[in-house]
């Protein structure tokens, strides 16, 4: 298998860490994109090296800042060589119900999650065109398709990063780069883990199967979306909520 190179956003989080490391077994060549604010990064990369991935780069940038995020994709290149695959999993949220909902909630939940997808896919789809390969995938979020009372934010930028996604799959079909989005239910995170235990039942009762998602099953996703055998899927969403919901 050609080794390729993949840039994922948000990397040292509970997600983003799953994500990097099923890319690495898939045998891609990974850039870890992380905020600035970060300050664990030479932790997050020992931890890496003692389960078996060393070779991570890692690249420093706030993905709500254009200039950042040429920045990264700059440093990127310079390091591993032209980005042949974008996982754009960077997120935050600002919780609240509307009603109590301030601005600033809102304009950070939505230039961090939905903005930055233009800030860094812009560094990286046309060159992929150019080179006639290459792979994006969007995390989305099961409340995206569904919304979810307190995350009119939230909600209102996953289900945007859904119509990026069609959009720019329509846009860069024809010239062999793939855009997806994959949309996740509740995920089994180590700041999901922390919940209140009677929340976490209530959330996993919830769940038709009775548990939630393994960081892993979502990076195995994204790590199928990167392959080249995954060539003929874009456009498409894919739903990874144990039977949350259907759409």
Known sequence: MTQR?????????????A?????????????????PQFDNKDAWLAEMAEAGFKDF???????????????MVNEAEAAAGP????????GITRDKMFAKMEKDGWDAVIATNLTSLFNMTKQVSAKMAARGWGRIVNI????????????????????????????????????????????????????????KPEVLQSIID????????????????????SNDLSGFT????ININGGLYYQ
């Open 206 to 225: 919830g769940v038709p199967m009775k548990r939630l998602a393994k960081p892993e099953e979502i990076g195995y996703a994204c790590a199928y979306l």
């Open 234 to 237: 874009t456009g498409a969403t």
């Open 57 to 71: 780069v890692c690249v420093a940038g706030d993905v709500s800042s254009l200039e950042d995020c040429e920045k």
């Open 83 to 90: 980005v042949d695959i974008l996982i754009n999993n960077a």
């Open 140 to 195: 989305s979020s099961v409340n995206g398709v569904k919304g979810q009372a307190g995350q009119t934010n939230y909600s209102a930028a996953k289900a945007g990063v859904i119509g990026f996604t069609k959009a720019l799959a329509a846009e860069l079909a024809a010239k062999g780069v793939t855009v997806n989005a994959i949309c996740p239910g509740y995920v089994a995170t180590k700041m999901v883990m922390a919940i």
């Open 5 to 17: 190179i993949a840039l994922v956003t948000g990397a040292m989080g509970g997600l983003g860490t």
């Open 19 to 35: 994500i990097c490391q099923e890319l690495a077994k898939a045998g891609h060549k990974v850039v870890a994109s992380y905020h």
